[in-house]
C-alpha cells in the first residue's frame, strides 16, 4: 500500500468514526431543544391528523451503547491493522494465525502420521486405515487435478492403471508426488511439415494398434519415428519412463480426447495435433506443503489404486 492509500484509509476510517460520534451528540441535544422552541411550523410538522409526534431525547441506554460501540471500534483500531498501513498493537496478520494453526495441527498429528513411515507401501494399501487417510490427503491435496480417485481426465494421467508415465513402483511414485514432474514433448509442426506429421501420426495410430485412414502412409511414417522420436519413446514407441515419454504402443492416451477402443477420426485429428504442437505437463511439487509421512501415505493411496 502506497503512502498515500495508506493516509486516505487513515482519514476514511478516523473521520467516519468521529462523525458517527458527532452525529450521536448532535441528535441527542436536537431532541431537547425542539421540546423547548415548540413553535407552530414545528408543531404542525410534528402532527398528520390525529397522529402525533413527540420528540423526547434518545434513551440512555441506546446512547450508552452507541458510545460502547465507538468506544469499541477506537481499542480495535489500535489493536489490529485497520488505519492503513498501521500494523496494530498485537501484530496481528492472517498468515501468522495460518502458520500457527498448521503448526498445532502439525505437533497433534505427527505422531499419528510417522508410525507408517517404517511401514512399504503395498502393506499400507492393504491397511483400511492408512488408506481411508491416504484418500483424504488425496481429495485436500490432488483431486482438483487429478479427479476424486485418480480417473480418467484428459491431460491429466489416469492413476488407476499400469501404465505409467514416470514409472509405478513405490519410489517412482513417491519421487512423483515429492519433487513434481515436468513432461515436454516438443513441437514438430515445423521440423516435418503437415504431411510429415500426417505420416507419423499414421505410424503411432498403426502402433497403437488401429487402422489409420491412410495406411499408405505408416512406411513413410515408421521412417520418419526412428529418426524423430525413438529417442523418446524408444524405438519400438513403449516409450521410457525416465523422461516420462510414453508407451504409444497402446490405446490408452493422456492428451487425446478419445476414449474409444474402435479408430475414429477424432483419434488421428488428436494424434496429429500432439505431434505438431507438443506439450509442456506440470506436476507439482509436494515437498514443500507436505511432511514425508503425509506423501508416503499418498504414495501408498496411488499405489493401492492400481494395485
Ligand atoms: C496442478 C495439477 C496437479 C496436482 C494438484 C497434482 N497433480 Fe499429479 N500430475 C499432474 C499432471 C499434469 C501430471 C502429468 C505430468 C506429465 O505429463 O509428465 C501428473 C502426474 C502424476 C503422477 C504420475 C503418473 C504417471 O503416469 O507416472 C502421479 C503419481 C501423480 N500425479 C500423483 C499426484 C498426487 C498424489 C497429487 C496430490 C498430492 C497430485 N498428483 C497433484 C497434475 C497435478
Ligand atoms: C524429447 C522427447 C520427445 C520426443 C523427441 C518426442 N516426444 Fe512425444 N512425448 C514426449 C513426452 C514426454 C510426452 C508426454 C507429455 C506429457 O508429459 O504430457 C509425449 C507425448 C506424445 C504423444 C501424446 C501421447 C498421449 O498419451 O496423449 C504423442 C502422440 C507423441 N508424443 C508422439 C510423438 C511423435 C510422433 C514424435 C516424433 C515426431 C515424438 N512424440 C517425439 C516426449 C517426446
Known amino acids: 500500500m502506497s503512502e498515500f492509500w495508506s493516509l486516505w484509509v487513515v482519514l476514511c476510517v478516523l473521520g467516519s468514526l468521529f462523525a458517527c460520534l458527532g452525529l450521536i451528540a448532535w441528535a441527542s441535544r436536537r431532541a431537547s431543544d425542539d421540546l423547548v422552541e ?12 390525529d397522529v402525533r409526534a413527540y420528540d423526547a431525547p434518545v434513551p440512555p441506554e441506546w446512547l450508552y451503547l452507541f458510545y460502547l460501540g465507538i468506544f469499541f471500534a477506537a481499542v480495535y483500531f489500535s489493536l489490529y491493522p485497520a488505519l492503513g498501513k498501521f500494523p496494530g498493537a498485537l501484530l ?35 491397511d483400511p486405515v492408512a488408506r481411508k487417510t491416504g484418500q483424504r490427503l488425496f481429495m485436500t491435496y490432488c483431486s482438483n487435478c487429478h479427479q476424486t480417485a485418480g480417473q480418467d481426465r484428459e491431460h491429466y494421467p489416469k492413476l488407476t492403471d499400469r501404465d505409467w508415465l514416470w514409472g509405478g513402483n513405490p519410489d517412482q511414485i513417491e519421487a512423483t508426488i515429492t519433487n513434481g514432474r515436468t513432461g515436454i514433448m516438443p513441437a514438430w509442426g515445423a521440423v516435418l511439415g503437415e504431411q510429415g506429421v500426417a505420416e507419423t501420426a499414421s505410424y503411432v495410430i498403426s502402433l497403437a494398434g488401429y487402422v489409420p485412414t491412410d495406411p499408405g502412409k505408416i512406411a513413410a511414417g515408421k521412417e520418419k519415428f526412428a529418426l524423430y522420436c525413438a529417442f523418446c519413446h524408444a524405438a519400438d514407441g513403449r516409450g521410457d519412463q525416465r523422461q516420462g515419454s510414453p508407451n504409444l504402443a497402446d490405446k490408452t492416451w493422456t492428451h487425446i480426447a478419445s476414449r474409444d477402443v474402435l479408430y475414429n477420426p477424432r483419434l488421428e485429428a488428436g494424434v496429429r495435433a500432439a505431434i505438431a504442437n507438443g506439450f509442456t505437463n506440470l506436476m507439482p511439487s509436494h515437498w514443500n506443503m507436505l511432511d514425508r509421512a503425509q506423501i508416503h501415505l499418498l504414495a501408498a493411496y496411488v499405489y493401492s489404486l492400481s494395485n
Open 38 to 49: 415548540d413553535n407552530s411550523l414545528q408543531a404542525s410538522l410534528k402532527s398528520w391528523g
Open 92 to 126: 496481528w496478520t492472517s498468515e501468522r494465525q495460518y502458520s500457527q494453526a498448521v503448526g498445532q495441527y502439525q505437533i497433534r498429528y505427527a505422531a499419528k502420521y510417522s508410525q507408517y513411515l517404517t511401514r512399504t507401501l503395498p502393506e499400507l494399501a492393504k
